[in-house]
Nanobody, 125 residues
Framework: VQLQASGGGLVQAGGSLRLSCAASGRTVSPYTTGWFRQAPGKEREFVAAIRWFGSNTRYADSVKGRFTISRDNAKNSVYLQMNSLKYEDTAVYYC???????????????????WGQGTLVTVSS
């Protein structure tokens, strides 16, 4: 499975961006898919995840209420709508996928088998 993330860019604080992650080689379903991010000098951190059937989601506390993860299995794609962006949201965002992950491990990067190349989000203050 190959994951291709896109949609990053430069945005002012308070603005919005929508990230996309397209899967190829295999359909998105029955994967659990997620987004992580890594800021300069920091460890990769969990942002959001969604189950393959789309009804279960989880968010990091830092993005809850501002970010929304969604998926379109027909398009083999996962999205991350980011609103009310803050300077501290600046990072490279990675999409991930797993066929084997259990929900209790959803926030652990090591639990995912597949990773996209990352897309840079820069929020200016």
């Amino acid at each position: 499975v190959q994951l291709q993330a896109s949609g990053g860019g430069l945005v002012q604080a308070g603005g919005s961006l929508r990230l996309s992650c397209a899967a190829s080689g295999r359909t998105v379903s029955p994967y659990t898919t997620g987004w992580f991010r890594q800021a300069p000098g920091k460890e990769r951190e969990f942002v959001a995840a969604i189950r393959w059937f789309g009804s279960n989601t989880r968010y990091a506390d830092s993005v809850k209420g501002r970010f929304t993860i969604s998926r379109d299995n027909a398009k083999n794609s996962v999205y991350l709508q980011m609103n009310s962006l803050k300077y501290e949201d600046t990072a490279v965002y990675y999409c991930t996928g797993s066929m084997t992950i259990i929900w209790s491990n959803i926030a652990r990067a090591a639990s995912y088998e597949f990773w996209g190349q990352g897309t840079l989000v820069t929020v200016s203050s």
